[in-house]
């Protein structure tokens, strides 16, 4: 390594405009691209800049900086610029719910799922936990998971009667499992802020935080403390996405709903933290009860590249389930 570019390893930009060969021009094409941050940007492929009218050599140039600036050690570029082509689904248990996300999970994404209580959200994040594990042909990952907690609902026994039901070993399937309960916001985002190693050595191929914005929510109160709060939330996000990306891995978050309009958005339901990573690749799907009471309606509210639907499905003592036609609501309300 010549000297420059060890100069260039140890040194920290903070914003766009403090990369070297970065201009207020090119800092403003990468922003109009989606780019607005150092971190954004250290997961961005050549080829994303291509747009903007950036060579390949100074594209490359200016995303190894990032990189390093926010000290990306765990992965090679040339995986970086294979990884979009590299997306991966993985199974909520449900075929019509797999349906509305186009196959289920994509890996390198936030997939939200958001609701009021019981709707069913933390019965997805488990469920997932134990379909990572299964073999690709069966819509796994093969891979483990970690799960971040914060509201301590996270259930051993229900990993079981789940994983029992896929005629999976409990024991096995619940080993795969790295859990951590988070006490506080700052906790939770100390725990993914360093969270790397553990899925790097443990092959965590899902990242649970079940609840992403309940200690936020708690927290930070009022109108004053909205702007920190969002910032934190948007760095959390960003370091969520940054880890699913550099590792392959899905990312599901939980949000709860308010039930009363606010002033910043104008819907009667709408999931606490508004539009918290504005820019980055993020589905999200509303869960509601029916009047059946096992049965579930899940709604794609936004997605990159799906357009919006609805599916029911079921939660059982087997988990999450595709209901059948005998069971399927008269009018689920749609
Ligand atoms: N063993 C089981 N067998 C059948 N249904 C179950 C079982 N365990 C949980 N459920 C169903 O899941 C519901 C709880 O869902 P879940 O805990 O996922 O809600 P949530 O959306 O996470 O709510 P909260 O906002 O309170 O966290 C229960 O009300 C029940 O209907
Ligand atoms: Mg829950």
Request: hydrophobic share 35%; with cysteine; glycine share 8%.
């Amino acid at each position: 390594m010549s000297e420059e570019e060890e100069g260039l390893k140890k040194q920290r930009y903070e914003s766009l405009e403090d990369l070297p060969g970065v201009g207020p021009a090119t800092a403003q094409k990468l922003k109009e691209l989606g780019f607005h941050t150092v971190e954004s940007l250290a997961m961005a492929t050549v080829r994303e800049l291509e747009p903007a009218g950036i060579s390949e050599k100074k594209a490359l140039a200016m995303i190894s900086a990032a990189r390093s600036s926010i000290g990306i050690s765990f992965i090679r570029a040339d995986e970086l610029l294979k990884m979009r082509q590299n997306v991966l689904r993985l199974t909520t248990g449900s075929k019509a719910l797999d349906k509305l996300l186009d196959g289920g999970l994509e890996t390198q994404t936030i997939t939200e799922f958001y609701g009021e209580y019981g709707s069913g959200k933390s019965q997805i994040c488990h469920q997932l936990c134990v379909n990572v594990q299964l073999p690709p042909e069966k819509g796994g990952l093969n891979g483990a998971a970690l799960y971040i907690d914060t509201e301590n609902t996270f259930r051993t026994e229900r990993i079981v009667q789940m994983a029992k039901h896929l005629g999976l070993d409990p024991e096995n399937v619940v080993k795969n499992i790295i859990y951590a309960e988070a006490y506080t916001s700052d906790h939770q985002m100390f725990l993914l802020e360093n969270a790397d190693e553990v899925v790097k050595q443990n092959n965590v191929k899902l990242i649970v935080i079940d609840s992403l914005t309940a200690h936020f929510r708690s927290e930070y109160i009022g109108r004053e403390m909205l702007a920190s709060r969002q910032q934190k939330l948007n760095k959390h996000m960003h370091r969520l996405i940054r880890i699913a990306r550099a590792f392959n891995a899905v990312a599901v978050v939980t949000n709860q709903v308010m039930a009363k309009p606010d002033m910043f958005f104008g819907d009667a339901i709408s999931p606490i933290g508004g539009h918290i990573v504005g820019h980055t690749s993020h589905t999200r799907v509303y869960l509601r009860r029916a009047s059946h009471g096992s049965v579930r309606i899940a709604r794609l509210v936004s997605s990159p590249y799906l357009p919006e639907g609805e599916e029911i499905f079921k939660i059982t003592e087997n988990g999450i389930e595709d209901i059948s036609e005998e069971e399927k609501p008269k009018s689920s309300g749609r």
